[in-house]
């Protein structure tokens, strides 16, 4: 961790509190997936209509939202730098309604979003994820999605779920594991006064670690057995040698949630072609300004991974 990469983690946070991002005006989206031991799960979003053939699809990270501040500012940058429709996705029950929990390679939720009628016409989709998010857009691009899609990008995404989860369980990530904690803890209160849950409301209050959330409600939630299952099953990593589109990752040096050795152990898992960005100083899905990665497109995180998206 440095010093670079809290502020660089924290500061957008702060910023957003101060002067909100607000993202483009927008309709509700909304599907319903069936799943085999709960039944029919509804699907959320919001769609922001511009170019009638291209379509941004957005995906939040673990504990976010449509609303979340990175996904309204890409939105912005995407409708009133390049005209494009934007998408932005919600995993399950992140819109607080009670839907049912997600987890980080749930990536047919998505497929279900992109063949729906509200989004059937476009002609050329781009994938934009952040952190879970971006995990989950990779995992999405691995496994035959659509034949629309041009290109996939991921911001400050995990790569290797075990190495990932125990650097974030350690003792000085304690203002990270709370923040993320809080969401999920909210999601599952919202799931609990639906339907019974596995685990009682009030032992996943107590919730302290990470890898403690995934093994007391994901992992009973989806049958996975254990954690170790979960995560080897899930992780991207191992399926980047399977991706068939440009796909590309941008990811801070000094990240304090999604390490970068542990990233560094997701990428030595395959033989892949994702193209990797490394940002010195960044943090986590917080970028300088000063962001360049040689698109030609003005300086900033969201102007040159649209360039690049674009540029497919």
């Not at 993320?180 to 019974?196: F, I």
Request: hydrophobic share 40%.
């Amino acid at each position: 961790m440095s010093l670079p990469g809290h502020f660089w983690t924290v500061w957008p946070a702060l910023r957003h509190r101060l002067k909100p991002w607000a993202a483009p005006p927008s309709t509700p989206w909304a599907a319903t997936v069936e799943d085999p031991k709960v039944g029919d799960v509804r699907l959320s979003g919001r769609l922001t209509r511009e170019d009638p053939r291209r379509l941004l699809v957005l995906v939040h990270g673990l504990g976010g939202c449509h609303d979340s501040p990175y996904l309204n500012r890409a939105c912005t940058v995407a409708s009133e730098a390049h005209g494009l429709s934007t998408f932005r996705f919600e995993m399950r029950g992140s819109d607080r309604g009670g839907a049912d929990l997600y987890h980080a390679g749930l990536s047919a939720d998505l497929g279900v979003a992109l063949s729906s009628p509200e989004l059937r016409n476009f002609e050329d989709l781009y994938l934009l994820g952040f952190s879970l998010g971006g995990h989950l857009a990779l995992h999405y691009a691995a496994h035959a999605p659509d034949p629309r899609l041009r290109a996939v990008a991921a911001v400050s995404s995990p790569l290797h779920l075990e190495a990932t989860v125990e650097r974030f369980d350690e003792p000085g990530r304690v203002i990270y594991q709370r923040h993320v904690l809080r969401a999920l803890k909210d999601l599952y209160r919202a799931v609990d006064a639906r339907r019974e849950m596995p685990v009682p409301l009030e032992r996943v209050l107590r919730i302290r670690k990470l890898r403690e959330w995934d093994a007391l409600t994901v992992v009973p939630r989806f049958d996975f057995g254990d954690t170790a299952t979960y995560y080897r099953e899930a992780s991207v990593g191992p399926k980047l040698g399977q991706l068939r589109h440009p796909a590309l990752l941008v990811a801070g040096e000094g990240d304090p949630m999604v390490t970068a050795d542990a990233i560094r152990r997701g990428l030595a898992l395959t033989r892949h072609d994702l193209r990797v960005e490394w940002i010195p100083g960044a943090g986590h899905v917080g970028f300088p300004a000063t962001v360049d990665f040689g698109e030609k497109a003005p300086r900033g995180l969201d102007h040159q991974i649209l360039a690049w998206l674009l540029s497919h």
